[in-house]
């Protein structure tokens, strides 16, 4: 069975830092690119990184660019971000996922396979 499985959510003050941690399992993550998606509450989840199945490319949405760093460990299976300068408008549940292919994993429907989510509040 595949299971991600996040942690490091909490609350956190603005322009403070967190690091999000995703354990992956039942899957080779050297076949598979990962990516972190966010869900605000009354809105729709959006792409927030993306991280190439290598490791070797990475992508970010306009919003946390330069801010967010997507990494991966193929050896320990996890997928970690780490998020600087945080904002209140970067509350959110924050979810772990996987793709065979990272073309189509900036969408949704790109999703082979979902965490459960793990929630980040940011405060003024």
């Known amino acids: 069975q595949v299971q991600l499985v996040e942690s490091g959510g909490g609350l956190v003050q603005a322009g403070g830092s967190l690091r999000l941690s995703c354990a992956v399992s039942g899957l080779t993550l050297s076949s598979y690119a990962m990516a972190w998606f966010r869900q605000a509450p009354g809105k729709e989840r959006e792409y927030v990184s993306l991280?190439?199945?290598?490791?070797?490319?990475?992508y970010y949405a306009r919003s946390v660019k330069g801010r967010f760093t997507i990494s991966k460990d193929n050896t320990k299976n996890t997928v970690s971000l780490e998020m600087n300068n945080l904002k209140p408008e970067d509350t959110a549940v924050y979810y772990c996922?996987?793709?065979?292919?990272?073309?189509?994993?900036?969408?949704?429907?790109?999703?082979?396979?979902w965490g459960k989510g793990t929630l980040v509040t940011v405060s003024s």
């Open positions: 996922a996987a793709g065979a292919d990272y073309m189509r994993l900036v969408r949704t429907t790109g999703v082979d396979y």
């Open positions: 991280i190439s199945w290598s490791g070797d490319s990475t």
